[in-house]
């Protein structure tokens, strides 16, 4: 077994080091009653060779995004990544390393968390950021229950436009938690959610108000007028950013008056693969840090007065506070927040900016075409960043499924997160689809049912 | 390690400085030097009742979270404002600078069960 | 003596330090559509700090830090608990074939029976493994499984009308088994085990109103709790479940299966059993395994296998509902399944052996100069105490030493029922050469504590950095870089 260094000599030194005469005595406190009386039922062990062509064949029964035009979003998006990711997180020191608890010899992982920190809030005008945690869903979870912790309150309110994923994900943390969920509407004509629905739903028991931004269906929330009614009732505002390249072009959260600022980072230089690993950013501010969930990477000195970085305010975190932790979490995702540094440092000012023009104005460009064919609408008025909603006569199944058969993957069927959008489709358009790619789909759509 | 004759002290290491119907309580030098460097330092609002018993804050080092407890039941007439910005001063000046809360008595009877500084030395050394 | 490497030393400044304005380290193709002009009040301003640096800047800085890291494939690791064991290179090479890493989590099942495929498999291997039916591929990483898992328990309870309250977790657990049975809504009732958890000591705090009891098997002493089965029937006995925490499987594989044991639900830990990277905290993977009475609780969505093939299952009408987005750590399931495919069913076998077999020599080697407070037979991992140590030197002495050495520290002051532990998981992967340095090493440390424990207490002094003053930043915690003109 090639990972496994052992020569039979070597067992026979070491069993006579530890003073037993078989491997199998050192399992005596097993007891028999327990133990397996049978090998283990697996397939037998490949070489390096047949396992790569066991995983070309697993492989190459998947439709990917280079070989299929995609406009498939949603949550997840097919960005440009640059080589220089993969090659730098290839580096080993970085991705066999463990959680820094020994700094002297984790500098490298401390730093960049630091930097990652660092850009996650200057992306959304908080203070402080945590060291990222799974995902954004999970880290939408956490922000419901930080609201909860900082406000002492238990009623939270979250918006229809959020991200259906997020919103069952914070459904689930909160099922035996005595928090108390309510669904504030969407505006029918703008997408936005319905500011008139939250207001009468605000009140002094809510902890906080939870929004998309951009929302489920695209949308550039009024992330404004949502923190000021959230405000006036004593409640936070937690805005969820499922796709944060909208945050290269449009105003920050944090100036709109957010209060935790979490979201899903994946758009930073991660493969899609297949929905995961992604990372959870997750950034608040100055009054709220020690309610923080998750791990934190803080500057300090050695001994001779050089700067370095170490993990710090442990004592908000499980294995100090145990059951009165303010969160169960023990991981970061930090290779993927490494990622996510180099893309943005990459990217820089300038680039992510453009970046993010380039996602709206193709979405725009395929959003007018769309619009104007007959059969088709985009039933809602509020701005879009890269995605948007349309309505198809026909029905969603009945237009994806054409669309499936001409070799592109148009859209997700609204239907099976809201009932209500049977005729509906969410269409995203990254700076990865050409305009070639647009007008085939924009042909496709309007050659109607063959 | 001091223990000032003047005050009271409870078995969670709390100190009592009893004026009135009023009582200054703090953290004691035992145990600031088991919690090493306070980092941190949370104090409740003015006008929060208290039961005897029941946290009203929570001292931080670096590694280890305490909560520190009402020794009597009282109301929460004023609070050490300038000890959350210091934590540090909980370890250079526990009985004075680090005072954390001033309560006012609502059952003098409940001063009866404190330990004096004889009393509380020797329970300190029996912990060791 | 044998010190580690200092390699080159190399100044490397915050990223936001290196910003030159103008610098671009991108190149997009021009825009094939006209510029569309966003509504002039949703438009923010320049990101105040954001670096501007070129590709070569970005490259450079990365590698330099890199190099201020220790990894596995640095050197030895023996970080009791996390089981770093060797990555295998051609792992990263399968998560990364563009029919794995260039496929959308919302593409029909019909596109992607591929990764169906591989996460069925991997399901059913992870089942046979731990002799749980039903398995669950979704959770990120080991406490979110746990909290999936714990969750599972309460709705079961539940849907029986059931509101226990209680769950008993022992005193050797590791501190996500408390806080996540609190996000669970219960109260945690500790219960004390002097090493070995007995029966009659759950009996004693077991009764209608006990949810769960969380055990981990071997427990974080390394040791075998013995009296598992009739465990798991006290607490059967009176309604209860048992969850496992499987940080520790690496030490059953092959040889004995927690779901045979009667465990209820137990995750398992993909990026310490099977070889996952930790990439530097994570990502890692958390699946969780669970008996049949269970398996309608389990998150959605669950891979299944019908007549046309494999699918996502949403329609799980007692599930616990979802725990995060889309369907798990796919890479790192990847990743795992390619693990399990090379070693087959008689190589975990033996990566459990010989992980058992290098920690027990690890064991002989230092207990005659460290203090092993608990002495029954060692399984995968071995807890010493700095009782003995001279000097004055205590257990972070020790750790930071070994450092100036070239190894990774222990896990230190872990388990609590140990003053002053270190633990010290060797995994399979390391030779007898590399673990007779390592103890070789630790056995002169022991004697200069006693001859020069100055050597101990100002360690480590090889690596760049000195010991950092975590009591500063803790005080006044500086959590991101600030512009010299910017507020705040």
Not at chain 1, 410 to 415: F, M, P, Q, R, V
Not at chain 3, 410 to 436: H, K, Q, R
Request: charged share 25%; hydrophobic share 40%.
């Amino acid at each position: 077994m090639r990972y496994i260094p052992h020569t039979a000599e070597d067992v026979r030194r070491m069993l006579q080091t530890v003073g037993v005469d078989s491997v199998d005595e050192l399992f005596v406190e097993i007891p028999d009653s327990v133990r397996l009386q049978r090998p283990l039922n697996l397939d037998d062990s490949l070489s390096e060779s047949e396992l790569l062509v066991a995983l070309q064949e697993l492989a190459q029964r998947n439709a990917t995004v280079s070989q299929t035009a995609s406009f498939l979003g949603a949550g997840a998006y097919n960005h440009f990544i640059p080589a220089v990711i993969d090659h730098l997180v290839s580096r080993s020191e970085f991705y066999t390393a463990y959680t820094p608890y020994q700094p002297e010899i984790s500098q490298g992982t401390l730093q960049a968390i630091f930097e990652y920190q660092t850009m996650i809030c200057q992306l959304t005008g908080m203070d402080a950021a945590n060291a990222s945690m799974y995902d954004g869903a999970s880290a939408c979870a956490e922000g419901v229950l930080m609201a909860c912790r900082a406000t002492r309150r238990r009623r939270v309110l979250l918006s229809r436009g959020l991200h259906p994923e997020y919103r069952s994900t914070v459904q689930t943390y909160c099922r035996y938690l005595d928090v108390e969920l309510e669904e504030i509407p969407v505006d029918a004509a703008t997408g936005r959610t319905d500011l008139k629905a939250l207001g009468a739903a605000l009140d002094q028991d809510c902890a906080a108000v939870v929004s998309g931004y951009p929302n489920f269906f695209g949308i550039i929330e009024d992330i404004g007028s949502q923190a000021k009614l959230a405000h006036e009732h004593g409640a936070r505002l937690v805005a969820a950013v499922q796709e944060p390249i909208a945050l290269g072009l449009l105003k920050s959260p944090g100036e709109l008056g957010a209060d935790i600022v979490l979201g899903e980072g994946q758009s930073f230089g991660l493969p899609l693969s297949f929905g995961g690993p992604y990372l959870g950013f997750f950034a608040a501010r100055q009054k709220d840090i020690r309610t923080l969930p998750g791990r934190l990477v803080g500057e300090t000195l050695d001994l001779e007065g050089r700067r370095g970085f170490v993990l710090t305010l442990a004592t908000r975190e499980q294995h100090i506070r145990r059951e009165r932790a303010t969160s169960n979490i023990c991981s970061n995702q930090g290779l993927c927040a490494l990622m996510a540094t180099i893309y943005l440092s990459l990217m820089g000012k300038t680039g992510l900016r453009e970046v993010a023009q380039h996602n709206f104005s193709k979405t725009q460009y395929a959003k007018e075409r769309i619009g104007a064919l007959q059969g088709f609408k985009i039933p809602f008025s509020g701005p879009t960043f890269n995605e948007f909603v349309v309505k198809a006569e026909e029905g969603s199944a009945a237009v994806l499924s054409r669309l499936e058969q001409q070799g592109m993957l148009g859209g997700i069927a609204l239907e099976c997160f809201y009932p209500e959008f049977d005729q509906h489709l969410l269409v995203c358009v990254t700076e990865q689809n050409s305009r070639g790619q647009i007008d085939a789909l924009v042909d496709a759509l309007a050659g109607g049912a063959s | 390690m001091e223990f000032p004759e003047e005050l009271k002290y409870t078995e969670d290491h709390e100190w009592l400085l009893v004026e009135d119907d009023v009582v200054t309580v703090g953290i004691t030098d035992f145990a600031q030097d088991s919690l090493g460097d306070v980092v941190f330092v949370e104090l409740p609002e003015v006008g929060r009742q208290f039961e005897a018993g029941k946290p009203f804050g929570v001292v931080e080092s670096v590694k280890a979270v305490s909560d520190v407890y009402a020794p009597i039941s009282g109301e929460v007439v004023e609070i050490n404002e300038e000890l959350p910005d210091a934590p540090e001063v909980l370890n250079t000046s526990p009985y004075e600078d680090a005072w954390m809360v001033k309560l006012r008595i609502s059952d003098a009877q409940e001063l009866e069960g404190l330990m004096d500084a004889d009393a509380y030395r020797t329970f300190v050394e029996e912990q060791e | 003596m044998r010190a580690g490497t200092r390699g080159l030393i190399l100044k490397e400044k915050l990223l936001f330090e290196h910003s030159t304005p103008g610098r671009k380290g991108y190149r997009l193709p021009t825009l094939d559509v006209p510029e569309a002009q966003l509504p002039e009040n949703l438009e923010r301003a320049e990101i105040t700090g954001f670096p501007e640096l070129s590709e070569v800047d970005v490259v450079r800085h990365f590698t330099r830090l890199s190099t201020w890291n220790y990894g596995v494939d640095s050197g030895f690791y023996p970080l009791g608990s996390c089981t770093m064991k060797y990555n295998p290179k051609v792992n990263e090479a399968a998560c990364r074939l563009s029919g794995f890493a260039q496929v959308h989590p919302m593409v029909p099942d019909r596109l992607a029976q591929g990764a169906l495929e591989m996460m069925h498999d991997l399901q059913e291997a992870l089942a046979e493994i731990s002799g749980l039916p039903a398995l669950t591929l979704q959770p990120g990483a080991g406490a979110h499984g746990e909290l999936a898992g714990m969750l599972v328990i309460r709705a079961f309870h539940e849907a029986r009308g059931q509101k226990r309250h209680k769950v008993i977790i022992p005193d050797t657990a590791h501190g996500t088994n408390p806080a996540t049975a609190a996000l669970c809504g219960y109260q945690v009732v500790p219960v004390a085990s002097d090493g070995i958890l007995t029966a009659a000591a759950v009996a004693e705090h077991m009764d209608n109103e006990v949810a769960a009891l969380m055990i981990t098997n071997p427990n974080t002493l390394g040791l075998f709790e013995g009296e598992i089965a009739e465990i798991c029937k006290v607490v059967h006995d009176q309604g209860g479940l048992v969850y496992c925490d499987g940080a520790n499987l690496n030490a059953l594989m092959g040889i004995a299966r927690p779901g045979d044991m009667g465990i209820d639900v137990m995750h398992f830990n993909l990026h310490k059993t099977f070889s996952t990277p930790h990439g530097g905290g994570g990502p890692g993977s958390g699946p969780v395994g669970v008996s049949a009475e269970l398996a309608p609780f389990l998150p959605v969505p669950v891979v299944v296998r019908d007549e046309d093939g494999f699918r996502l299952d949403f329609d799980r009408p007692r599930s616990i509902g979802r725990m995060k987005g889309f369907h798990g750590h796919f890479g790192v399931l990847v990743r795992a399944w390619a693990y399990i495919r090379t070693m087959g069913g008689a190589g975990l076998r033996e990566a459990t052996e010989m992980a058992v077999l290098n920690a027990n020599y690890v064991r002989a080697r230092l207990e005659p100069a460290f203090h092993l407070p608990y002495k029954r037979r060692s399984l995968h991992e071995v807890v010493f105490s700095d009782r003995d140590l001279q000097g004055g030197c205590k257990t972070l002495d020790v750790a930071k030493r070994l450092i100036d050495y070239g190894f990774h520290p222990p896990t230190v002051y872990f388990p609590l029922v140990v003053a002053g532990a270190l633990m010290i998981e060797p995994t399979e992967t390391e030779s007898v050469e590399a673990l007779d340095e390592f103890c070789e090493a630790m056995l002169a440390i022991v004697r200069e504590a006693q001859e020069d424990p100055e050597l101990l207490k100002q360690a480590p002094r090889v690596p760049h950095i000195r010991r950092l003053d975590e009591t500063r930043a803790a005080r006044k915690p500086r959590l991101r870089w600030r512009a010299e003109n910017e507020n705040g």
